[in-house]
T-cell receptor
Framework: DAKTTQPPSMDCAEGRAANLPCNHS???????VYWYRQIHSQGPQYIIH???NNETNEMASLIITEDRKSSTLILPHATLRDTAVYYC????????????FGAGTRLTVKP | KAGVTQTPRYLIKTRGQQVTLSCSPI?????VSWYQQTPGQGLQFLFE???????NKGNFPGRFSGRQFSNSRSEMNVSTLELGDSALYLC?????????????FGPGTRLTVT
């Protein structure tokens, strides 16, 4: 079973920031938070991951709360091509390599 | 760097047949995981191979099996196909446990069982 809870859908205006929340209240100390997205039943695309510090890369930023029970993925300037299903996953990358995907959030970016 | 490749991309089989799907990981990656995706169940973990050994297994019947070769390429096999096996089968590669934290997915093989 997935260890995360995400809203089923969200809308965002093109050019605005998209903030996707994720709850993972049972996360353990060795588990990282990962974000992936999937477009039109293509293979999921890795976005970003983090343990406890905020992370940023060329695609997005990941904000993790101090108690690590929730996180937010931020797409700073959403485009129409960011329309996809976004998955938040918690996983221990050393001990357990399988990723348990929940239902994800369907983000629709509107012009 | 070439990504994860999966062959074939599309496949149609009839009930009772068996099927073999292939996955070539990113060069240098030694871990390969397989997932099944259906509209009803979403993405579900099948199994993971590292250095030719199955390291983790999901909750699937024994009809689903896999293997990994010395060059890290992997195959999965489904025997005695059922209609419910129709799905998108995804392969993901990574460097290995503790050696790199990202998994990269291939485009998938869409299997239709009639």
């Amino acid at each position: 079973d997935a260890k995360t809870t995400q809203p089923p859908s969200m809308d965002c205006a093109e050019g605005r920031a998209a903030n996707l929340p994720c709850n993972h209240s049972t996360i353990s100390g060795n588990e990282y938070v990962y974000w992936y997205r999937q477009i039109h039943s293509q293979g999921p695309q890795y976005i970003i991951h983090g343990l406890k510090n905020n992370e940023t890369n060329e695609m997005a930023s990941l904000i993790i709360t101090e108690d690590r029970k929730s996180s937010t993925l931020i797409l700073p300037h959403a485009t129409l091509r960011d329309t996809a299903v976004y998955y938040c996953i918690v996983r221990d990358p050393i001990d357990n390599n399988d990723m348990r995907f929940g239902a994800g959030t369907r983000l629709t970016v509107k012009p | 760097k070439a990504g994860v490749t999966q062959t074939p991309r599309y496949l149609i089989k009839t009930r009772g047949q068996q099927v073999t799907l292939s996955c070539s990981p990113i060069s240098g990656h030694r871990s390969v995981s397989w997932y099944q995706q259906t509209p009803g169940q979403g993405l579900q973990f099948l199994f993971e191979y590292f250095s030719e050994t199955q390291r983790n297994k999901g909750n699937f019947p024994g009809r689903f099996s896999g293997r990994q070769f010395s060059n890290s390429r992997s195959e999965m096999n489904v025997s005695t196909l059922e209609l419910g096996d129709s799905a998108l089968y995804l392969c993901a590669s990574s460097k290995g446990p503790g050696q790199g934290y990202e998994q990269y997915f291939g485009p998938g093989t869409r299997l239709t069982v009639t």
